[in-house]
């Protein structure tokens, strides 16, 4: 148990369609990120969220919006999608975003599928 | 650019011992992590480098060379629970991690 949920774990959506994923911590940390991770490729980190503010947006399509309500919670809204953002994407968690050591929590993921 | 080089898939058998290596070009540098990924499940945390040498945990250690840009996670004793993807991170001068596509290590009896 990492302590980083994510729902749902498998989404499959049509390219027009709107759907959201949920990331949740029970860690007490202050930071958030969310990376796609494509076979064979590097984790690409998207977004990240220091006490909840957006300090990094790494060139990701506005079809990806991000929300974070509160230090616990994440939101991705998904609309009007590409096949080729079909990928796993993670959540992750860590104490802060200033400290280099701090490690970072990951969710189990929602494998998504766009058709 | 940033880079992060890692081999793509290693063998070994079980009992035996395993390097991993990984290689990097980064701007600056707050550290190197090694993280744990078994198929279909969330990366891990195994180990944080940021002085040179060699930090041991358990079965598995993790080596730094600032100079030369390069680690290596070394696995004994391998048990076929370790078959899993091994992935290589580096925190840049923004303390942004900088990732390897991971190598798969595949344990055999």
């Known amino acids: 148990e990492t302590g980083v949920t994510q729902t749902p774990r498998h989404l499959v959506m049509g390219m027009t369609n709107k759907k959201s994923l949920k990331c949740e911590q029970h860690?007490?940390?202050?930071?958030m990120y969310w990376y796609k991770q494509s076979a064979k490729k590097p984790l690409e980190l998207m977004f990240v969220y220091n006490f909840k503010e957006q300090t990094e947006n790494n060139s990701v399509p506005s079809r990806f919006s991000p929300e974070c309500p509160n230090s616990s919670h994440l939101f991705l809204h998904l609309h009007t999608l590409q096949p080729e953002d079909s990928a796993l994407y993670l959540c992750a968690s860590s104490q802060t975003r200033q400290e280099p050591h701090d490690e970072q929590y990951f969710g189990p993921g929602t494998r998504l599928t766009v058709t | 650019g940033q880079n992060i080089d890692q081999p793509t898939e290693m063998t070994a058998t079980e009992g035996a011992i395993v390097q991993i290596n990984c290689t990097y070009q980064t701007s600056g540098f707050n550290g190197l992590f090694w993280y744990q990924q078994h198929a279909g499940e969330a990366p891990t945390f195994l180990s944080y480098?940021?002085l040179d040498g060699l930090e041991e945990k358990g079965r598995f250690s993790s080596f730094l060379s600032r100079s030369k840009g390069y680690s290596y996670l070394l696995l004994k004793e391998l048990q076929m629970k370790d078959s899993a993807s091994y992935l290589c991170a580096v925190a840049d001068s923004n303390y942004q991690l900088i990732w390897g596509a991971g190598t798969k290590l595949i344990i055999k009896p």
């Open positions: 480098n940021v």
């Open positions: 860690l007490g940390h202050n930071a």
